[in-house]
């Protein structure tokens, strides 16, 4: 009994470590085949009610997305944004996302970790997140109703550039 | 036409209003038995005509010339004795008046004298009246300024810091640190 006890915490404790680790696990689409460079994909958190985006850490070795955003303005619960992207040609792209949500109503912590969703979206991209809106141009630079991320692993299409739909 | 108008200018105003009288029959006699009826007499002019007119026993009325004890002051000293019916009249030397004090027909009457007249005259005594001394309860009185600049101080400062607590409380500024961390895949 008391050996099957002692097993019980040590499990709970186990899933609340690892709960709590840092570093969001890498997208799958990071690691298939591109047509263009994904290792110099870059990652930023975007925080409601912040205009400034929060660069992160892209750790291959790891498969993580690591890094810590300082000077977050506590108080409420706020939603936040996870942005991968690419510089072409000098223009930011985004190619995917994924969503969080923290409480930041306990002001007495001075760290919080904020959960990221693992649903990644490469078409319904967030714009503005408070409210939250769907802004379709933003994982669709040209406008061509494909998204950025197909266009820039596709070896013919030019995420700049807005091509006919069903052009090659 | 000028030197009419200087001299009006210069003439004194005419007194066009008749003497003020004051009186108040009296109820002792003096120590030698006598009424003291006293009539204070106020005009702007020199006065003129007083008399006392004093109802015989045959009804008739006869007049007493009253002494003028004290500037505004006239006095008559007539054997004390109950039932005397008098009043008094008076003129100024612009002849405004009669004024008088009783009449013929309500003429004043005096009853048989009480006690004894004091020695002091109404002319004679200054009369010197003290306030009365009105006592204020402190929540009547108007605070000190120094109090109420105080009070107020002590109002905007607590209406400053309640509503820079309700700002701070409303607008978040502790800053924290975000660390973002990837949701476990199993519920």
């Known amino acids: ?168 | 036409m000028i030197t009419l108008a200087a001299i009006l200018w210069a003439a004194p105003a005419a007194d066009l209003n008749p003497p003020r009288v004051g009186h108040e029959p009296p109820t002792a006699a003096d120590l030698q038995g006598n009424w003291r009826l006293w009539f204070e007499v106020r005009d702007e002019s020199a006065l003129f005509g007083a008399a006392l007119y004093i109802e015989a026993a045959d009804g008739q009325w006869t007049t007493i010339e009253p002494e003028q004890v004290a500037p505004e002051w006239f006095e008559v000293i007539i054997p004390a004795k109950g039932g005397l019916r008098y009043f008094f009249e008076v003129f100024d030397e612009h002849g405004n008046g009669p004024t008088r004090v009783g009449s013929s027909e309500v003429p004043f009457v005096l009853k048989a004298p009480v006690g004894k007249l004091p020695v002091t005259r109404p002319w004679n005594k200054s009369v010197e009246v003290t306030p009365p001394k009105v006592v204020v309860p402190w929540w009547l009185k108007p605070p000190p300024r120094r109090v109420v600049y105080a009070a107020l101080g002590t109002a905007a400062l607590t209406g400053l810091a309640y509503g820079s607590w309700s700002l701070l409380k409303a607008r978040p500024v502790a800053k924290v640190t975000l660390i973002p961390i990837g949701a476990s895949e199993s519920p």
Do not use: W
């Not at chain 1, 690892?18 to 696990?25: E, F, I």
């Not at chain 1, 992207?85 to 792209?93: I, K, M, P, R, T």
């Not at chain 1, 002001?107 to 990221?116: A, F, K, N, S």
């Not at chain 1, 040209?142 to 052009?167: F, K, M, V, W």
């Open chain 1, 1 to 168: 009994m008391r050996r099957l006890l002692v097993l019980g915490v040590l499990m709970g404790c186990g899933e609340s470590q690892s709960a709590l680790d840092s570093g969001v696990p890498l997208p799958a689409f990071l690691s298939l085949q591109c047509a263009r460079d994904l290792s110099q994909a870059g990652a930023r958190l975007r925080v409601s009610g912040h205009t400034a985006a929060c660069p992160l850490s892209i750790d291959r070795e790891q498969g993580k997305v690591v890094g810590e955003c300082a000077s977050i303005s506590a108080g409420v619960e706020r939603s936040v944004v996870l942005d991968y992207y690419v510089l072409l040609d000098g223009e930011l792209l985004v190619l995917a996302q994924q969503n969080g949500r923290v409480d930041l109503s306990n002001t007495e912590l001075d760290r919080h970790p904020v959960m990221i969703q693992s649903a990644l979206a490469t078409r319904r991209c967030v714009g503005n997140l408070n409210p939250a809106e769907i802004n379709f141009s933003l994982c669709d630079n040209d406008g061509d109703g494909l998204e950025n991320l197909a266009e820039y692993c596709h070896d013919t299409r030019e995420p700049l550039i807005a091509e006919r739909s069903g052009d090659p």
